[in-house]
């Protein structure tokens, strides 16, 4: 072989050395990072049980604790009874109108009977005109104590909605005394031990879905025209064995505004100093792991 035959195989061989350095290198880097949901308590009192572990997977709408809610059972129990002691003071409508509806019944019998009488003239005029208005008198009487009987009870009802409305309120504070897991994740820290007192707005831990992780990366303004909303992307992690592991991932936000590179990311272009920011959504095989460092090849 000459010596033109050797220096063009060696410029071959550098430039698919090269070729394939790039083809490998990536486009961006980032680290995952996921959607973390801090839990704090919606009561006031002792925390008596609380069944949460750091790195444990919990279930929406899981039990996982109470806290004490002693003060505002026995809160309720005196509004229900002061309710039924409101309530017993009603007045029985039909038993306090039964003497005078048996006073209204007799009365008209008299009245028939006079009516019949002076038919007959067997007795005077004012004697049924004397029934006749006691007649109507005892319906006035009948219609008066209705009305004031049935206003009474209404009354008493009315004095009660109040204290139904304070146990509604009860009830929504006894619930909040339970504490519930609002979403599916694993538990990253946890803030609060039993037995502690607890208040509204105290954290007790955070959790995060782990399934779907999010890779923040940092594009220079040549690589943005590279990427688009959507995208199916190979994001790539260390192994641990020395090689990188891929994983599919789709681009679902693109920053449109530009900011200052961050320390800790360094980009293909290292003369750019601002970049923009993308989250790319990664499907966990239980490898991924928040603040993992990842690389995105487009």
């Known amino acids: 072989m000459n010596k033109n035959s050797l220096v063009i195989s060696i410029a071959f061989v550098l430039f698919m050395l090269v070729s394939c350095s790039k083809e490998k290198q990536s486009n961006a880097t980032g680290s995952f990072e996921a959607v973390e949901t801090i839990i704090s308590a919606d009561a006031n009192g002792k925390l008596l049980q609380f069944t949460v572990a750091e790195g444990v997977p919990l279930k929406k709408d899981q039990v996982i604790g109470y806290i004490d809610s002693a003060q505002l059972s026995l809160k309720k129990q005196q509004l229900q009874a002061q309710i039924i002691a409101t309530l017993a003071q009603r007045p029985n409508i039909n038993s306090q109108l039964a003497p005078l509806k048996i006073q209204l019944e007799t009365a008209k019998k008299e009245q028939v009977r006079l009516k019949n009488l002076v038919s007959s003239n067997a007795a005077n005029q004012k004697q049924l005109d004397d029934i006749t208005a006691q007649v109507e008198l005892i319906q006035t009487q009948i219609s008066s104590t209705q009305i004031n009987l049935t206003t009474t009870t209404n009354s008493l009802e ?33 803030y609060s031990e039993p037995e502690e007192l607890v208040a509204v707005g105290k954290p007790l831990y955070k959790i995060a879905d782990l399934q779907e992780i999010i890779l923040r990366a940092y594009l220079t303004n040549d690589q943005l025209a590279q990427v688009k909303l959507n995208q199916t992307v190979s994001v790539l992690t260390d192994d641990g064995k020395g090689g990188m592991k891929s994983n599919p991932g789709i681009v679902e936000w693109i920053s449109t505004t530009a900011e200052f590179t961050p320390k800790t990311i360094q980009t293909q272009d290292e003369r750019a100093n601002l970049v923009y920011a993308i989250k790319i959504k990664v499907k966990n095989d239980g490898f991924l792991k928040i603040g993992m460092y990842g690389e995105v090849k487009f």
């Open 158 to 190: 009315a004095q009660v909605k109040p204290i139904q409305a304070q146990i509604e309120q009860l009830n929504d504070l006894l619930f909040k005394c339970k504490i519930v897991n609002p979403v599916d994740g694993v538990v990253l820290t946890k």
